[in-house]
C-alpha cells in the first residue's frame, strides 16, 4: 500500500483528515469500521495524554470544537501509534505514527463555504438529515460560521506544527 510505503520505508510525512485518518490507520495495520452512529456536527475533541505531549497540538487547549461529518470510525488502533485525541463518540480521533505522521478524523480545514459545499451533495444532506433531522444543513452551516474565528486560529496552529516537525527532522 502506498500509505505505509511512504510512511515506513520512505519516511515520509504525513497529515491526513477524515479518510486521510482512516487510511492511515488500515495502512498500519489497524481497523476501520462503520460507527453505530454517525458523528456529525460542531463537536468536542479532546486531546489524550499523549496527545498533550504531541507535537501537532502544540499550543492547543485540551479540549476544543471540530466539524465531524463521518460514519466510519478507527476502532483499532495500528501498533506502535499513539492515540493524541479522542471524542465521546469516537475514541480514535487522532493519531501520531512515529515523529512525522499524524491523522485526524475531524475537519480542520473548515471554511465559510465547506458545509454549503458538501451540502450540495445529495448524498451527503442526506446522511446529515437522518443524523441531526430536517434543515439541518443551514442550522450547521450558521453554528460553523459563528465559530469560523476559532476554526481558522485551530487550522492555523495545526498546519504551522506539523511544518515544525518537518523542520526538526
Known amino acids: 500500500m502506498a500509505i505505509r510505503r511512504a510512511i515506513i520505508d520512505l ?10 485518518h482512516q487510511l492511515l490507520a488500515t495502512a498500519l495495520g ?6 453505530p452512529v ?11 495524554t499523549d496527545g498533550i505531549e504531541a507535537p501537532l497540538f502544540n499550543g492547543l487547549e485540551q479540549r476544543f470544537k471540530c466539524l465531524q461529518w463521518h ?29 512525522t505522521a499524524f491523522s485526524m478524523q475531524c475537519h480542520v480545514e473548515l471554511t465559510d463555504t465547506t458545509i ?9 444532506e442526506q446522511s446529515l438529515e437522518q443524523t441531526l433531522g430536517l434543515g439541518s444543513l443551514l442550522k450547521l452551516e450558521t453554528e460553523a460560521n459563528s465559530s469560523m474565528s476559532e476554526f481558522g486560529n485551530t487550522a492555523r496552529i495545526l498546519y504551522n506544527n506539523f ?3 518537518l523542520i526538526r527532522n
Open 11 to 20: 519516511e515520509l510525512p504525513y497529515l491526513g483528515i477524515c479518510l486521510g
Open 30 to 35: 489497524g481497523k476501520v469500521e462503520p460507527m
Open 38 to 48: 454517525p458523528e456529525v456536527g460542531i463537536l468536542d475533541i479532546e486531546l489524550t
Open 71 to 99: 460514519g466510519a470510525e478507527v476502532t483499532e488502533a495500528p501498533l506502535n501509534s499513539k492515540v493524541i485525541a479522542q471524542s465521546s463518540a469516537c475514541a480514535i480521533q487522532a493519531l501520531q505514527f512515529g515523529e
Open 116 to 124: 454549503s459545499d458538501w451540502g450540495k451533495i445529495p448524498e451527503y
Open 163 to 165: 511544518k515544525k516537525t
